[in-house]
C-alpha cells in the first residue's frame, strides 16, 4: 500500500512538474517574442534628437535711431582782402617816417624845406609832387585816391594874396587860434570850399614866402594821429 502510494505521489509530482515547466517555457516565449516587436517596432520609428533648450538671450535696449548726415554746406566763398591790406600802388608809396620835401613858391625864388613824419602804416603820399605842393593821405588803399579824400597839403605861395586866391568862394569862414610850427606861428581858420571842409594854417615864412597847411577829412585833436604829424613839423 505504501508503495502504492509512492508511486502515485511520484507520478503526480512528475506531472506537476511537466505542467510547470511547460507553463515557464511558454511564458519565457511569449515574452521573448514580445520583446523582439517592441525592439522592431521602436527600430522602425525615427529617431528624435534631444531637445536642448538655447539660453535666452539678455534683453537690449533698441539702438537709437542714427542722427540724419547733415546737409553738406556750401563751400565758403574767400573773404575779401581786408582794408587793413592795402593794395599795391606804385604812385602812392608808403609816407611811413621822416619826409622830407622842397617847397618852391611858383614864379619866384622861394623854396622852403619841409620835414614831416608820419605814422609806421596808413600814409601815403603821391610818388611825384606837384609843382610847390606836398600831399599826405591816411587811407587804408592808395589804389584808390580821389579828390575829395582826406588830406593834408601844404603848399608854399609868394604872399597872401595867392593864399586867399579863392577866399570868395569859401563857405562859413572861423577864425581859429594860431599854431606854432617849430617857432613859426600861423594863423588858422576854417572853411567850406568845393564841398570839402577845411582846417587851414597859414603865415609868411622866415625864409621868404607863405605857407598854407590845409586838412580835410583828417582828425587832428590833441592825441590823434593827424595831430602827431603836424607837431612833427620842422623846416630846414
Given at each position: 500500500m505504501k508503495n502504492l502510494q509512492r508511486t502515485l505521489a511520484a507520478a503526480l509530482a512528475a506531472i506537476l512538474l511537466a505542467g510547470l515547466t511547460a507553463c515557464s517555457a511558454g511564458d519565457v516565449t511569449k515574452e521573448v517574442d514580445s520583446?523582439?516587436?517592441?525592439?522592431?517596432?521602436?527600430?522602425?520609428?525615427?529617431?528624435?534628437?534631444?531637445?536642448?533648450?538655447?539660453?535666452a538671450q539678455p534683453?537690449?535696449?533698441?539702438?537709437?535711431?542714427?542722427?540724419?548726415?547733415?546737409?553738406?554746406?556750401?563751400?565758403?566763398?574767400?573773404?575779401?582782402?581786408?582794408?587793413?591790406?592795402?593794395?599795391?600802388?606804385?604812385?602812392y608809396p608808403s609816407a611811413a617816417g621822416l619826409n622830407t620835401q622842397t617847397l618852391e613858391a611858383f614864379g619866384t625864388d622861394y623854396t622852403l624845406v619841409l620835414n614831416v613824419t608820419c605814422?609806421?602804416?596808413?600814409?601815403?603820399?603821391?610818388?611825384?609832387?606837384?609843382?610847390?605842393?606836398?600831399?599826405?593821405?591816411?587811407?587804408?588803399?592808395?589804389?584808390?585816391?580821389?579828390?575829395?579824400d582826406p588830406r593834408i597839403l601844404f603848399e608854399l605861395?609868394?604872399?597872401?594874396?595867392?593864399i586867399n586866391y579863392y577866399y570868395d568862394s569859401f563857405e562859413n569862414v572861423e577864425e581859429l587860434a594860431p599854431r606854432t610850427f617849430d617857432g613859426v606861428e600861423l594863423a588858422g581858420r576854417t572853411y567850406k570850399n568845393v564841398?570839402?571842409?577845411?582846417?587851414e594854417?597859414?603865415?609868411?615864412?622866415?625864409?621868404?614866402?607863405?605857407?598854407?597847411?590845409?586838412?580835410?577829412?583828417?582828425?587832428?585833436?590833441?592825441?590823434?594821429?593827424?595831430?602827431?604829424?603836424?607837431?612833427?613839423?620842422?623846416?630846414?
Open positions: 520583446g523582439l516587436a517592441e525592439l522592431k517596432s521602436q527600430a522602425a520609428e525615427p529617431a528624435v534628437e534631444p531637445q536642448t533648450e538655447t539660453p534683453k537690449t535696449d533698441p539702438e537709437p535711431a542714427a542722427d540724419p548726415e547733415p546737409a553738406a554746406t556750401p563751400e565758403a566763398e574767400p573773404e575779401p582782402t581786408p582794408a587793413s591790406a592795402p593794395a599795391e600802388n606804385p604812385n605814422p609806421d602804416t596808413g600814409w601815403y603820399k603821391p610818388a611825384t609832387n606837384s609843382f610847390g605842393d606836398f600831399k599826405l593821405f591816411p587811407t587804408d588803399d592808395p589804389s584808390n585816391i580821389f579828390s575829395g605861395q609868394r604872399d597872401l594874396d595867392k564841398g570839402m571842409w577845411w582846417t594854417y597859414y603865415g609868411e615864412m622866415p625864409t621868404g614866402g607863405w605857407l598854407s597847411i590845409r586838412i580835410s577829412g583828417v582828425d587832428i585833436d590833441p592825441g590823434t594821429e593827424g595831430d602827431a604829424v603836424l607837431s612833427s613839423i620842422t623846416f630846414g
